[in-house]
């Protein structure tokens, strides 16, 4: 899939317009739906080629938070053979009571998937939650950055970010 391709596709299935509150509370005329775009098979394998790309030999673990990082680190995997994590955004009270599920060794480093970006809060913290649990973070990467501050925040926590996309490369322009 071409890159024009892959963005008329996300285009297509996942801009909406309207009146939206983004999760960092901020007022959008646009909102980025990433299910409608991480549920679609030949979205969502793509994404897997495209994020493989940034899987360098330094990185042991794919992680995703939930939950929308979960089919992107799980396509992520599947793509490149290496094993996941999944960041919880809070312990459940029964069994385990992790924040990070599946198997993660101290000392493994990370490439953290993430799908939309707006200030980078979400990823900051599930950042926080897999260092906390001994990895170290080689990269953050986003299918979409959505151009409102994301890269400054991440860059100032210390962190490399790449993202597949921006909403300039959507043609919606700047922050909304």
Known sequence: MTDKELILRVRELAVLFGDFTLRSGRKSSYYIDKYRFST??????????????????????????????????????????????????????????????????????????EDILTTGGQVLEAAKSLQEAGAEIVKIVAVIDRLEGARANIEAAGFELASLLTTADLNLGGPH
């Open 40 to 113: 679609d098979p030949i979205v969502l394998a793509e994404l897997g080629r495209r994020f493989a790309i940034h899987v360098t030999d330094e990185v042991d673990r794919i992680a995703g938070a939930e939950l929308g990082g979960v089919p992107l680190a799980t396509i992520t995997s599947i793509t490149t053979g290496k094993p996941f994590v999944i960041v919880r955004n809070q312990k459940k009270d029964y069994g385990t009571s992790k924040l990070v599920e599946g198997i993660l060794n101290p000392g493994e480093r990370i490439m953290l998937v």
